[in-house]
């Protein structure tokens, strides 16, 4: 459980130096395309044809590592600790545990918003992958 807190920590502080670099991009432009695959979904459906995928959601909404991933990566290389990637939640508790920490550090650095987007996409991503 600590193992997932302390990634969740690097992940919050990566998460917040992302969305302070490109504010636009995260705030606003991101939740956007979130909500235009969730509605290509709901009409596909509706429609009759073939909804994207989880894999394919998660190719859209991925634009790679920013730069706070690259530094918290970068610098657990340097001491020889575990990146974020590396500590995988076995349970759902720890899974939770995680995203509440991890959103708690983007209410503190980023205020509610940042801490909501942050929580939401770990249990969204948890949940199409898991």
């Known amino acids: 459980m600590l ?6 920590l690097q992940e919050g502080a990566a998460g917040a130096i992302n ?13 956007l395309v979130a909500l235009g ?6 009409g596909a459906r ?3 044809y073939q909804p994207l995928s989880p894999a394919q959601m998660n190719a859209a909404l991925d634009d790679g590592p920013g730069p ?7 610098l657990d290389r340097a001491v020889g600790a575990p990146t974020p990637g590396d500590v995988v939640p076995g349970t759902d508790a ?3 545990a995680r995203a509440g920490v991890q959103g708690a550090m983007g209410m503190a650095a980023l205020g509610p918003l940042g801490g909501v987007r942050q929580a939401a996409g770990t249990l969204a991503t948890g949940a199409l992958s898991g």
Not at 37 to 42: D, F, M, P, Q, S
């Open 3 to 8: 193992a997932n807190v302390g990634a969740a």
């Open 19 to 31: 969305i302070a670099s490109d504010p636009v991009g995260n705030i606003i432009g991101k939740p």
């Open 37 to 42: 695959t969730g509605a290509y979904n709901l």
């Open 46 to 48: 509706a429609l009759g």
């Open 68 to 74: 706070g991933d690259r530094l918290v990566a970068g």
């Open 94 to 96: 720890q899974r939770y």
